[in-house]
């Protein structure tokens, strides 16, 4: 008997599990896939340290969540600045001086200021939806250009229908500052995230290829507790309808040559291209192998996004009205089922960041 089950050997079930077990709990970890670490799941190509389920990039405001990470690997100073390519024209995230520059011909942040504040005036109430908040931050052209057509692609939903606060997610700067993320913290893990994970799961039994779900009901007598952090709805059988969920194909392709497109990121934000970004991984980790020595090959991915189908993997949860309103009812089956802990993206149907997920994790169990 186990005091507990960790269903899922993504960050969530990894944290739970290290800190369970360092206060003398006896806990099994299970996982349907055959590798640990979830989606933040990295495998070696030709020293490259590829991000099998889309880029992952650690920042956090957080001191002990950085902390606490930092005791499972070394971060390097990996700092994210994205290229958006709209159709040939090449322009700096997240929204800056530079971006503005190259938009407007503007110098000064006095002067990008006064031609957002001239755009935004199309918008004369609170922002009620996507398109209205992007484009009270940044002007419509702004809008036009970097945030329709690549949120349209990677949502599948018209701006109007999508939530405020997803494209909050972005900051706007009146500065020359390319990093992507306000966070004091930032990096990639030396070695990749799986080898972190690993090393969070150390001396814990793990089982995988184990579907927790098809056999619920002897996997439920194996331990006092269960922490659940696979899909909410898949739990309770669909039993109140399908939450819905965007999921994302990869193509990934090895290419004999050095430098494919010269930054880790390159966002596609026309409606045209059927991807949303590609990825050349090495250079998370600058184009160099563990050795320090320059990696003659690239690996690339085109990230394709899609609704998701049963089969699929869930990446975002979509947090529109409907799905908030169906995810609250879920909610409240979750909260009855005294025996079993639900966390992370998918169990609480939350679009988290890592950091976000370790803070969660931590709090739970302690
Ligand atoms: N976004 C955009 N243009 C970009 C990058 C992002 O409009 O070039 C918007 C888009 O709506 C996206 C949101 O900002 O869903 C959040 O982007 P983020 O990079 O945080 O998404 P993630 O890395 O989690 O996929």
Redesign the pocket.
């Known amino acids: 008997m186990y005091d507990y089950l960790i269903v899922g050997a993504g960050l969530f079930g990894a944290v739970t599990a290290r800190e369970l077990t360092d206060s003398g709990k006896k806990v099994l970890v299970i996982d349907r896939r055959d590798h640990i670490a979830g989606n933040v799941y990295t495998e070696k190509t030709e020293g490259i340290n590829v991000h099998k389920y ?2 992952h990039i650690f920042h956090t405001n957080d001191r002990a969540v950085w902390e606490y990470v930092n005791r499972f690997a070394v971060f390097n100073r990996f700092t994210n600045s ?1 290229v ?1 390519n709209y159709k040939g024209e090449l322009y700096s ?1 997240p929204f800056n001086m530079y971006t503005f520059n190259r938009m407007w011909g503007v110098v000064t942040p006095e002067e990008a200021r006064a031609k957002i504040e001239e755009q935004k005036k199309e918008i004369t109430h609170e922002p009620e939806n ?1 398109e209205e908040q ?1 484009i009270s931050l940044v002007g419509r052209d702004i809008y036009e250009k ?2 329709k057509g ?2 349209e692609k ?2 599948g939903r018209d701006c109007k229908e ?1 939530p405020a606060f ?2 909050k ?2 900051p706007v700067r009146f500065t020359y500052d390319n990093n ?1 993320f306000n966070a004091l913290y930032q990096g990639i893990p030396v070695g990749g995230y799986t080898k972190l994970v690993e090393n969070m799961l150390s001396g814990i039994e793990v089982e995988l290829g184990s579907d927790y779900l098809e056999n619920k009901a002897q996997y439920d007598k194996k331990a006092e507790k269960i922490i659940y952090t696979g899909a909410i709805d898949a739990f309770f059988d669909y039993s109140l309808g399908n939450l819905e969920y965007r999921s994302v194909r990869f193509e990934n392709e090895l290419l004999d040559i050095p430098n494919y497109q010269g930054n880790a990121a390159v ?1 596609y ?1 026309d409606r045209e291209t059927p991807w949303t970004r590609i990825i050349e991984h090495k250079w998370f980790e600058f184009g160099k192998d563990e050795q320090g020595n320059d990696l003659q090959k690239t690996v690339i991915s085109r990230e394709y996004s899609s609704e998701w189908h049963p089969g699929d993997e869930p990446y ?1 949860p979509v947090n529109d009205e409907k799905n908030s309103a169906l995810y609250k009812r879920y909610k409240e089956l979750a909260d009855k089922e005294k025996k079993v802990i639900f966390g992370g993206r998918l169990g609480e149907y939350k ?1 988290y960041d890592m950091d976000q997920v370790i803070a969660k994790a931590l709090e739970v169990i302690n």
Do not use: E, F, K, V
Request: charge should be positive; hydrophobic fraction near 50%.
């Open positions: 889309g880029a994205p958006a995230l996507l992007a970097l945030i690549y949120t990677q949502w999508l997803i494209i997610r972005l992507y966002n934000t975002y679009y």
